[in-house]
């Protein structure tokens, strides 16, 4: 195998998860009750035997970059090599926020000039996948190629969400169309790119382009010898509320694609110490993943339970994500709702109530299949109803809302 | 240089009968003491059984997913004590794996941190710890090569929550050599403890070693000192014949008290010895109470442990369970009813668990049925098994006093074939496979 840096892009900003984004960049956001979806990329890059990991990040770093810290959760904290948070910053000639991944690759050349390496491998830090790197890095220098992408197939209704190759029978791509609305191929990039060191730096001095899919790939594919390593596992770009919510409840079934409890490819991340979960005399478990830490005294039926949640007797929780140390007192009903963390939702209050599935009125295109949201560390006050594609925002306090204590289906409440 | 001055200056200050007052002691107190702990977890444990035969007493699972030196280890460092000694001796290995560098518990440390003391061979007497005061005074120099003022000695197999600072500011206070930590138990159960019985001002003028009489008093010693060093030292260096040094409860303490300079510090508070099956077994089963004192979600006292790291539990959807414990990676498809389950639990579906503690990675066939059992480590229960089984609750035949209370006891690592019946007080040993079941049921009291 090559010697290989490994870059992680973190930085971005994903409206598309509304309030899971509100006050962290994607790749922080809880994933599977204890997990980051930022772990599943790191973890496969130590599992394939990478140690020398850069993570760039941009968009509200902080979460990301306390959740990373030195890296010691995935043995990263080493002395050659090892996790290195990169983010912008000012030189003599000013300084600008990147505008898209090429332009962040641009900003750390440095670091990947002084980088011991032969290969950069681009990670997207927004995925969820188990990816053994290594055949791909071993295709990649038997070809001599100057850049491999991984594909993998998606569904011809996706292709407008993906960038979208053409892979000739040799292995060699031959065409990449950026979202495209109409195509014949059903081969999407997944973001994942091996750059031979010195070609990646030779494009990125010579031109300005500010994105890999959208202005350099397409260029490039005429000029240079780019060839495609297929990835066959499960990948879910979870960059949507609905996909994050889809690749959630995915595993909760029999035996899930993504499988959480392989010893030989386990997915590291920075656990916090907590006991056991607890069930009570009164609680009724069905279908759900439970974090160390939880507190369960009510019923909790296809739900993911991240480390920490309190749900007390009497509540009802139903096909929800709930985030780590939320509150929910008792006779409490959730229903299909994402709840981040540290949320408290008062005794009887409902959430996700009623048949009304108004889309939500800011985002219609986002927020139209029933789930609803709740903020970080926002309170729901005792016997509130609210409907469903509902917004709260992170921190709502519990005087926010009118007397009646009811928000309809489709409202976003909070600034 | 100046810190030094400072340092024994101070240590002038305390000395008992030192002229000073009030204000000056406090003033005192606010130079750094260097305090060291020391954790005894060498002990074999006969009476866990099996639970300890392949480790040590202070490395045997507890609630799940810590073992029982976590408490005491994370007391340490929630008290601010980062340097921390542990005695091992009997069957260390996997407690060695559990320590490892300290990094749990911030112990990996490049000045202090964790220090693992085993027995080593000398050229003067030195050889198997032959008692608690015996391993401290063979490592003596662990207390003078980090320039210790106080030694704070743990036992390694007790479970409770306790801040060592409010015990160490109750010993300064009292200018003591000794400080016992005491607690009150009922006065029926005194003849189980050894009794301390204190005057007006909490100095110990008399200690009991189980006492037949009721007129001692309720305090009873939980194994927790704080020593000067200086006193400690002395004590262990001066011991010989006609004044042994072997054991600190039957030696040490009560030679101590006769110089009348002891404390008894009182603490209040769950704490516990979970040194019998039935203790360990009550003491699991109190944590399922919803009322248990023993609160282990305090964010402000974490007990920290080597966790590996595994998925959340799985929870299937025919799945059912009540007032347990789950640990990440255990999978659940069957019902479990007042259990502990640790990480990486297997229930498969028509399983029934109900009154148990089962450890590490254990697989429970389909239809099994287990009945107040704890099960060790990697255990393989066939489809089909009753384990703990009907109304007989003769004694265990060859560990009488063990296992009498209906507590089936497997052994880590053994595989209990398909379909076979096994009543209570049972004792299946470690590694048992298939050859060893030659029928298809064991009788309450027997040991495979």
Known sequence: MPRTLALILAGGESPALSILTALRSEAAVPFAGKFRIVDFTLSNCVNSGIYNVGVLTQYRPRSLHEHIGVGKSWDLDRRIGGVRVLHPYLTAEGGDWQKGNADALRANLDFIAESPTDVVLVLAGDHIYKMDYRPMLRLHEERDADITVAVHSVSPHETHRFGIVTVEPDGTVSQFEEKPRRTRSTMASMGIYAFRKSFLTEILTSGNGTNIGR??????????????????????????????????????????????????????????ERPAAEIGPQARVEGNLLCDGCRINGSVTRSVISPGVVIAEGAIVRDSIILTDTVIE?????????????????????????????????????????????GRGAEIPAGATIGRNVVIRPRVGSKTFDKTLAVPSGRTVGG | MLYDIKRKLWYSFCRPGSLLNGVLIASALEVPVRVVAMILAGGEGTRLTVLSEKRAKPSVPFAGKFRIIDFPLSNCVNSGIFDVAVLTQYRPHSMNAHIGNGKPWDLDRSNGGVQLLQPYQGRRDE???????DAVYQNINYIRERRADLVVLLSGDHIYKMDYAAMIEFHQRNRAELTVAVMNVALDETDRFGILTVDEHDRVVEFTEKPKNRDKGTLANMGIYVFNAEALVARLSGGGEGNPRIDFGKH??????????????????????????????????????????????????????????RAPAKIGPQA??????????CVVRGTVDRSVLSPGVYI???????????????????????????????????????????????????????????????????????????GRNVLINADRDEDHFPKDEIKSGETV
Request: hydrophobic share 40%; glycine share 10%.
């Open chain 1, 215 to 272: 202005d350099l790939m397409p260029r490039l594919i005429k000029q240079t010898h780019v060839v495609a390593h297929q990835f066959q596992g499960y990948w879910a770009d979870v960059g949507t509320v609905q996909a994050y919510y889809e690749a959630n409840m995915a595993l909760l079934v029999e035996t899930p694609a993504l499988d959480l409890f392989d010893p030989d490819w386990v997915i590291h991340t920075k656990s916090e």
């Open chain 2, 320 to 329: 059912r369970v009540t007032r347990s414990m789950v640990c990440n990676g």
């Open chain 2, 127 to 133: 050889s198997w710890y032959k008692g608690t005061a």
């Open chain 1, 330 to 374: 008792a006779g409490a009903v959730i229903d299909r709702c994402i709840l981040d963390k540290g949320v408290r939702v008062g005794a009887g209050a409902l959430v996700g109530d009623g048949e009304d599935n108004t889309p939500n009125q800011q985002s219609p295109d986002l927020l139209n299949t029933g789930l609803t949201l709740v």
């Open chain 2, 348 to 422: 498969s579906p028509g399983a029934i668990v109900r009154d148990s503690v089962v450890m590490n990675d254990t697989w429970i066939g389909p239809g099994a049925v287990l009945d107040k059992v704890i099960v060790d480590k990697n255990v393989i229960v066939g489809a089909g098994v009753r384990l703990g089984y009907g109304d007989d609750m003769s004694p265990n035949r060859q560990q009488g006093d063990k296992l009498t209370t209906g507590i089936t006891v497997v052994g880590k690592g053994a595989h209990i074939p398909a379909g076979i019946t096994i």
């Open chain 2, 252 to 309: 040490i303490i009560p030679s101590m008290i006769g110089d009348g300079n002891v404390f008894a510090y009182p603490f209040e508070g769950y704490w516990v010895d979970v040194g019998t099956i039935q203790s360990y077994w009550e003491t699991s089963m109190d944590l399922l109470d919803p009322s248990n004192t023993l609160n282990l979600s305090d964010p402000n006292w974490v007990i920290h442990t080597r966790s590996e790291e």
